[in-house]
């Protein structure tokens, strides 16, 4: 009997298995620490993967956080977009917008936030922002509340401004916006932003401007060469707003000459001046807010 020695069993090295749950490790505001051995090996998937650039990896390994790499495929580059808007002139304390576009969806490593900007107007004693979900996310005021402004000009009205931000990343493409004041109110309008892969979700800059009834609002906002920018405005009194340095992308009269107004885009400098007039010389309250991203 003859016997045969077969020849070795081929096998196909199987790529490293990187799960979202361990990208997510090195993103701003991870969901629980991450010790240097933990991120070191991290990495090492990563770059094996050609999932990150070594120039990413040494930020990653020096604690910096990172969101810079792609997912499988082309992946979803730095972008801010205007995905949709809204608007109701209901007395109210919390507003549910429903079916609102938050664009694109994303997987894997690429995420997505969502950013609304708010503008309402109040009677009476002013009720400042209270709660928000983004697509059933929990929203946080942009860079730890510097970014929400109000002011009040009596028994009359008050004018109040957020910009608010969320994680949505695999929330699908439109979803629930809820918002919710401490204190009933006349109105809102939103602006909604779809923001991909910022550097950060903590804001690059900030502005504000609270107590304005000169019917302009002149504010120095720093915009990371490659960034982009939000910004919102609401006033008593006025309309018809003419932006410098950002493109309007919306305008909503909450109540009769009661006025919110977002602008985006932003071209890199530091500072870049963005301005909002409006049509009305000396409207009673008109607060501004405004913030950055970097890619």
């Known amino acids: 009997m003859t016997s045969f020695d077969l020849p070795p069993k081929f096998e196909i090295p199987k790529p490293a298995i990187i799960r979202p749950a361990e990208h997510s490790l090195l993103r701003p505001g ?95 004693s002013i009720g400042s922002f209270d709660s928000g979900t983004l697509a059933g996310r929990t929203a946080g005021v942009v860079s730890d509340g ?51 892969n910022p550097s950060s979700s903590m804001a690059s800059d ?20 490659g960034g982009a920018a939000v910004g919102g405005v609401m006033c008593r009194g006025g309309g018809n707003y003419i932006w410098t340095g950002l493109n309007e992308d919306q305008e909503y009269d909450v109540q009769s000459q009661e006025v919110m107004g977002a602008a985006s885009g932003g071209s890199g400098g530091t500072p870049h001046t963005v301005t909002v007039q409006c049509s009305d010389t000396s409207p009673s309250t008109m607060v501004s807010v405004s913030a950055s991203w970097g890619p």
């Not at 900030?206 to 060469?225: C, F, K, R, Y």
């Open 30 to 124: 991870a969901f629980r620490h991450v010790s240097r051995d933990e991120r070191r090996a991290i990495v090492a998937d990563l770059l094996q993967a050609k999932r990150l650039t070594i120039s990413e990896a040494k930020r990653a390994l020096l604690f910096v956080p990172v969101v810079g790499w792609r997912g499988a495929g082309a992946g979803a580059p730095f972008s801010l977009v205007n995905v949709d808007t809204d608007g109701t002139t209901a007395n109210a304390t919390t507003y549910n917008f429903t079916s609102i576009s938050l664009g694109e969806d994303v997987t894997g490593s690429d995420v997505r936030y969502t950013v609304v900007v708010a503008g309402t107007t109040q009677g009476g």
């Open 146 to 196: 510097s970014t929400s402004a109000e002011v009040s000009d009596g028994p009359s009205s008050d004018s109040h401004c957020v910009i608010l931000i969320a994680d949505t990343s695999g929330a699908g493409t439109s979803g629930i916006i809820s918002i919710t004041y401490n204190g009933g109110c006349q109105g809102v309008g939103i602006a909604v932003y779809s923001l991909m």
């Open 206 to 225: 900030v502005t504000i401007d609270g107590a304005d009834s000169s019917g302009q609002e002149n504010v120095s906002l720093n915009i990371p060469a």
